[in-house]
Structures are given as structure tokens and as C-alpha cells.
Nanobody
Framework: QVQLVESGGGLVQAGGSLRLSCAAS????????MGWFRQAPGKEREFVAA????????YYADSVKGRFTISRDNAKNTVYLQMNSLKPEDTAVYYC?????????????????WGQGTQVTVSS
């Protein structure tokens, strides 16, 4: 089992940057592929990015491709989401998630563990 805690959210102007972090408990972090999702008010949770266990494979939603970068540091049990060129439509609660399968997938049902979320607000 793994517990996830996100941090790094906040208020930023359009065009700005933020880096989200997700710290995982447990000694088996490197055995979990990780994902980032987001949920805006009144909308369904949507996929943002995913990364394989080793970090060698990544996958992005079209809406963030070229602006966001997912990475991980297995020595620190942490996955990151670097968000650049932020837009007001990126405003949402951002969640990290973990799956024991070494796959990069967009479906939230593939992930077994979720963090509590961190708020990102982008002002215009």
C-alpha cells in the first residue's frame, strides 16, 4: 500500500509556472507507475500525465502537451508535475495517483491509490 501527499499548488497569473510534488510513503514507490489528474468545479476528473515505474515512459493529455512535464525521483519517493505557460483553464484541484502496474495510462480506474489533492488557480 502507498499513501500520497500532494503539495505545491497555489495562485498564479496566466503564463506563469508552478511545480507540484507528490510524496509517497513506503519502500516500494519504484514499483508504482504514477499519474496526475485534475478536477475543475462542476467537471469530471480528467487525466493530465502519467509516468512509468522507471520514468522512461511518459504520456500526456493533449491539453497540456508541450507545457507540462511529469518526472519522478525514486530515491526521494516523489513524483513531480512541472507546469509552464499556465492558462485559466488549468484551474483545478490536482491529484496524484499510483498503480502497481508498470503502464502509462489515462483511465482513472487503473489507479488504486490517490492523494487528497492540491488546488491550482490561474488568474487571467
Amino acid at each position: 500500500q502507498v499513501q500520497l501527499v500532494e503539495s505545491g499548488g497555489g495562485l498564479v497569473q496566466a503564463g506563469g509556472s508552478l511545480r507540484l510534488s507528490c510524496a509517497a510513503s513506503g519502500r516500494t514507490f519504484r514499483s508504482y507507475a504514477m499519474g496526475w489528474f485534475r478536477q475543475a468545479p462542476g467537471k469530471e476528473r480528467e487525466f493530465v500525465a502519467a509516468i512509468s515505474c522507471s520514468g522512461g515512459s511518459t504520456y500526456y493529455a493533449d491539453s497540456v502537451k508541450g507545457r507540462f512535464t511529469i518526472s519522478r525521483d525514486n530515491a526521494k519517493n516523489t513524483v513531480y508535475l512541472q507546469m509552464n505557460s499556465l492558462k485559466p483553464e488549468d484551474t483545478a484541484v490536482y491529484y496524484c495517483a499510483a498503480t502497481p502496474q508498470d503502464i502509462v495510462v489515462a483511465g482513472p480506474y487503473e489507479y488504486d491509490y490517490w492523494g487528497q489533492g492540491t488546488q491550482v488557480t490561474v488568474s487571467s
